[in-house]
């Protein structure tokens, strides 16, 4: 299904106050792949984000979304297909319970009652927390917020996820949990992250951003084999591929 | 525990209480907002030194309280808290007016006295009414119906979001006020001026945050208008608690008190 490809074209954003934040980005994504953005703090991974669904519009170039440009005229449209989820639940969980959290989205987009509800239901199944439909929002617990956050987006049937820092502030538990629902989406997904050893599992493919540029895009796994670029932009091979302190102290002594 | 957080915890506990499902938690937002609103004007609209007739009053409150089975103290506690408001509002009315109005057996009671024993009971009155619209609606229910009652939109939505996001609020506050606390060492941080920067520190992360939720909404697509799957449902209930206890308010606001008292002595005399 080529006409879900996302394309950045000479993309290039720059703040009120003139300072650059996205220079010259470039990349092409199809249908299904499961993309990483990393990047030291501040390198442009939520900015760039921001530009997949027209939060922010490019101050040059373009950002396409199934050969549609992303512009305002376009923006009801574009919105449909690329959902967001946000870091902070809490920003996304606004309304009075879970399940008229996750239909507002459908709500908005003019669908019938009955169809609202079944595609709340669905969403809300999918996550795994159907049970907690008739609960208000900020008396869940960080992990269940989260996952409800992307059942707010997976009600529009988008067919992009974007997602910024899915698994921060999570315990070991309901991170787990995250990898394995974000492993089961068949959506095009891109996620901005600083936990590598979560993208090393759910993506193929990584795009490294520093300073506003693309600077390396290629696998996930040749990415993070080469600790010179991971170094050169403040990052580090993820744990799970780092040599474990303790048994490698065991081989010196043995 | 610190004072917000237990304000934190008095909110979620109103919030919980609406949750249930009584007679009353189930009739429809609106009549409990229009009769809410009538008993309001009814309680305000009588003569500052007319005691007696606010006596009967104290039935729509009672049968609130009983027919949504709200526990009696908590409600007290409530009162109790609020009340400071209205004491100091009334407290000035005994040393202005000090004309004797009536005699209590021997002792002389001034005009004074009487209205600020009116103020009193006329805040308990209209306060436990809307804590108990509160208790048995919940804030969400009430914007809804407010809404639905024709109030323009923009002051609903802020209501809502305001009790959505107190929550939120106080915690980030307790948060702040905590981290001054750990670096302050028994003394009040500095003062007015480490105050002043929390608050501002405070209001810039609650503007940054209604930015992002701002965003967050446009990207489900909201253009304005809240929608809602739940729909409210005016039925025979509903006019029947709503016009009943508008004949009751009626009643009882043009006489009704001493109309059933001078029956009740002319059924003694015969």
């Keep these: ?254 | 525990m610190s004072k917000l957080s237990e304000i934190f915890i008095d909110i979620s506990d109103m919030e919980k209480m609406a949750g249930r499902s009584s007679l009353v938690h189930r009739l429809d937002p609106r009549c409990k907002l229009l009769v809410t609103l009538l008993f309001t004007i009814t309680v305000v609209s009588f003569n500052r030194y007319d005691l007696m007739a606010l006596i009967p009053c104290f039935t729509y409150p009672l049968f609130l309280l009983i027919a949504a089975e709200i526990p009696f103290t908590y409600l007290m506690k409530k009162l109790v808290l609020a009340s400071i408001f209205a004491l100091m509002l009334g407290i000035v009315n005994p040393f202005f007016d000090r004309e004797t109005m009536l005699y209590l057996g021997s002792v002389p009671i001034s005009g004074g006295w009487v209205s600020f024993i009116s103020i009193m009971l006329r805040f308990a009155l209209t306060a436990s009414a809307a804590l108990l619209l509160l208790t048995t609606t919940g804030m969400y229910n009430i914007s809804r119906g407010l809404e639905k009652l024709g109030v323009p939109q923009v002051f609903v939505m802020q209501l809502f979001f305001l009790s959505r996001y107190l929550f939120l609020l106080t915690d980030e506050a307790s948060r702040l006020v905590r981290a001054r606390a750990a670096r302050s060492f028994g003394q009040r941080g500095l003062g007015l001026n480490s105050l002043s920067h929390l608050l501002s520190t405070l209001f810039m992360r609650s503007f940054d945050r209604a930015e992002n939720i701002y965003i967050a909404m446009r990207c489900r697509g909201f253009n304005g208008r809240m929608r809602s799957v739940t729909k409210f449902r005016w039925g025979g209930a509903e006019t029947i608690f709503t016009v009943s206890w508008i004949v009751f308010f009626i009643f009882f606001r043009f006489n009704g008190l001493s109309y059933v008292i001078s029956l009740y002595h002319q059924l003694n005399i015969y």
């Design chain 1, 1 to 254: 299904m080529s006409h879900h490809i996302i394309e950045a074209d000479n993309l290039s954003y720059h703040y009120p106050d003139k300072t650059d934040a996205l220079d010259g980005i470039n990349f092409s994504i199809t249908h299904g792949e499961s993309v990483a953005l990393i990047g030291e703090n501040g390198a442009g991974k939520s900015t760039l984000l921001m530009h997949l669904n027209g939060s922010l519009l490019a101050s040059s170039g373009e950002m396409r979304i199934g050969h549609i440009p992303v512009t305002k005229r376009t923006l009801a449209h574009i919105r449909q297909s690329v959902g967001m989820v946000f870091q902070d639940s809490d920003d996304q969980l606004f309304m009075a319970t879970v399940f008229d959290d996750v239909a507002f989205g459908p709500l908005n987009m003019g669908l019938a009652e009955a169809e609202v509800k079944r595609r709340a239901e669905a969403a809300l199944a999918t996550v795994g927390l159907l049970k907690l439909k008739d609960r208000r929002p900020y008396h869940l617990s960080g992990g269940e917020k989260r996952r409800i956050a992307i059942a707010t987006v997976l009600a529009m049937e988008p067919n992009v996820l974007a997602m910024d820092e899915p698994s921060s502030g999570l315990d070991p538990k309901a991170r787990r949990m995250l990898i394995k629902l974000l492993k089961s989406f068949k959506h095009t997904r891109i996620i901005a992250s600083h936990d590598l050893d979560m993208i090393a599992e759910v993506c193929e493919r990584t795009l490294v951003i520093f300073a506003g540029k693309v600077v390396a895009d290629d696998t996930t796994e040749k990415i993070f084999a080469d600790h010179e670029l991971l170094k050169r932009c403040s990052l580090e091979p993820p744990l799970s591929m780092q040599s474990c302190p303790v048994c490698s102290m065991l081989n010196k002594k043995g």
